[in-house]
């Protein structure tokens, strides 16, 4: 069974960090590109970062480029977001995705993805 769980999520002042964590199961992991994405409320979910887990290949949007690093642990089957520098502009639900197959171009469009996680709440005050 596909799953993937989000956790890390929280509260912070503006300037602070998080990390966030998505635990995969073995059949997203291992072979998938997996991202994380966005949604603020009255706003469409948007592309935050993917790497892929099988080999070289990591994005960023522009919006968080030299704040936000994505990561992963392999034997933990883990896929983590450190967040710094966080701004108010970054408060939205913080979803996991993962595709069977390599990143790419088009790796910020919610259609490229097939699984997804619950998502964890990310709140930044001023």
């Known amino acids: 069974q596909v799953q993937l769980v989000e956790s890390g999520g929280g509260s912070v002042q503006a300037g602070g960090s998080l990390r966030l964590s998505c635990a995969a199961s073995?059949?997203?992991?291992?072979?998938?590109?997996m991202g994380w994405f966005r949604q603020a409320p009255g706003k469409e979910r948007e592309g935050v970062a993917a790497r892929y887990i099988g080999g070289i290949g990591t994005y960023y949007a522009d919006s968080v480029k030299g704040r936000f690093t994505i990561s992963q642990d392999n034997a933990k089957k883990t896929l983590y977001l450190q967040m710094n520098s966080l701004k108010p502009d970054d408060t939205a639900m913080y979803y996991c995705?993962?595709?069977?197959?390599?990143?790419?171009?088009?790796?910020?469009?919610?259609?490229?993805?097939?699984?997804w996680g619950q998502g964890t709440q990310v709140t930044v005050s001023s």
């Open positions: 073995e059949y997203t992991y291992s072979r998938s590109c």
């Open positions: 995705a993962a595709a069977p197959k390599i990143c790419s171009g088009r790796w910020s469009s919610i259609e490229y993805f097939s699984y």
